[in-house]
């Protein structure tokens, strides 16, 4: 089971990890793999750019472009 979130504008997050049940956040810019972190996140559409602004813990990121 992976909990996927498809964001669009901007969210907060606090996630735990759980290494059977990975959390991944899709934006149009960025595909985020989360390992236990508190997080924010923001991708306008205006924009043409993503942002991951990390308080703890890890993520590992992906370009959309780059898949």
Do not use: C
């Not at 595909?31 to 993520?59: I, K, W």
């Amino acid at each position: 089971t992976v909990r996927r979130v498809r964001l669009k504008g901007e969210a907060w997050f606090d996630v735990v990890h759980h290494s059977e049940k990975p959390f991944i956040v899709n934006t149009r810019h960025l595909t985020t793999r989360v390992l236990g972190t508190r997080f924010s996140m923001n991708d306008y559409p205006e924009d043409g750019q993503a942002a991951v602004y990390l308080q703890t813990g890890a993520v590992a990121q992906r370009s959309q472009s780059a898949q």
